[in-house]
């Protein structure tokens, strides 16, 4: 099992115990090699990492791989295993594998797909009017999401605002606040003098639209949130593992995406906005609450 990233980010520990749950049952054993490339983002470092997990195979020679993310498939798939006798099946690679050359005659597996198309048929259950907008760090990596979510879910924005610091951020969300109707939030991540005591009183004063998101870490500032079950990358990929292993030839299963979500509602704006969620929709959704 190729881990792009390292076993205590939780993406990667969600999708590593995904594959465990179902080979435990198996008598299945799995070594898992971690590439630690969320940490060390280098090409020179990843392909270091690629070189030694390739060693490992060598040494152990496995009868399946399992690469998770992307720079899994970028430096040791493609590279050294594309169309050889070794299966792959993939998963997490984000939008299109097209990108690492995918499909192969010997390999399979689920990409990572946003949620994002859904999001905002929720939130304009809530919503005055149609009108949708986005607020998003100004960063690369936030721009090719943003693209992406247009271009490869067909989300259409009315209102694109990037920012790069805390005080931009809140002009613009206070703007949004009666240039849309509903706002999906990126992640903070980029924002430079975010700080989490400080922005949650503002959210709470400010927010009059419903708003969502698809990251993790901005739950706390959001109406409600669709996130990625990274249980389900894991879980694919080890079942799909064991049809190759039972003889079924990995070119022969289609790709797919992910379809499970993790929606969370957040109470706190919910009651500060008078909201009140369908019964139906909070008995699978998840609940939130800043904790003080």
């Known amino acids: 099992f190729i881990d792009s990233y390292h076993p205590t980010y939780s993406w990667s520990a969600g999708i590593i115990d995904g594959a465990r749950s179902v080979f435990a049952a198996e008598n299945i054993e799995m070594k898992v090699f971690s590439m630690d490339s969320k940490n060390n983002t280098d090409p020179g470092f990843i392909k270091q990492a690629a070189l030694e997990a390739r060693a490992i195979i060598d040494s152990w020679k496995p009868d399946l791989l399992i690469a998770s993310d992307d720079n899994a498939s970028k430096y040791l798939i493609e590279p050294f295993y594309k169309n050889t006798s070794m299966p792959v099946v993939?998963?997490?690679v984000n939008w299109d594998a097209a990108s690492y050359g995918y499909p192969y005659k010997n390999a399979t597996?689920?990409?990572?797909?946003?949620?994002?198309?859904?999001l905002p048929?929720?939130?304009?259950?809530?919503?005055?009017?149609?009108?949708?907008?986005?607020?998003?760090?100004?960063?690369?990596?936030?721009?090719?999401?943003?693209?992406?979510?247009?271009?490869?879910?067909?989300?259409?924005?009315?209102?694109?605002?990037?920012?790069?610091?805390?005080?931009?951020?809140?002009?613009?969300?206070?703007?949004l606040q009666t240039e849309v109707d509903m706002l999906i939030i990126e992640n903070s991540k980029s924002i430079i003098?975010?700080?989490?005591?400080?922005?949650?009183?503002?959210?709470?004063q400010q927010t009059i639209i419903p708003t969502g998101t698809i990251q993790a870490r901005m739950i706390p500032y959001v109406l409600l949130g669709f996130l990625q079950v990274p249980q389900e990358q894991g879980q694919y990929a080890a079942q799909t593992a064991l049809r190759?292993?039972?003889?079924?030839?990995?070119?022969?299963?289609?790709?797919v995406n992910n379809q499970q979500v993790n929606a969370t509602v957040n109470l706190d704006l919910a009651e500060q906005?008078?909201?009140?969620?369908?019964?139906?929709?909070?008995?699978?959704a998840n609940t939130y609450r800043w904790k003080k």
């Open 244 to 255: 190759i292993l039972a003889g079924e030839a990995p070119g022969s299963i289609a790709i």
């Open 121 to 175: 048929k929720q939130l304009a259950q809530y919503a005055k009017g149609k009108r949708l907008g986005i607020l998003s760090g100004d960063v690369l990596s936030d721009r090719k999401n943003v693209s992406n979510y247009t271009k490869k879910a067909g989300v259409v924005f009315d209102k694109i605002i990037y920012v790069k610091d805390v005080e931009q951020w809140k002009t613009a969300y206070l703007r």
């Open 109 to 118: 597996g689920m990409e990572e797909v946003s949620l994002i198309k859904s």
């Open 90 to 92: 993939f998963c997490g």
């Open 193 to 204: 003098g975010w700080q989490n005591e400080t922005m949650h009183p503002f959210i709470l």
């Open 273 to 284: 906005m008078g909201i009140n969620f369908d019964i139906e929709f909070l008995q699978y």
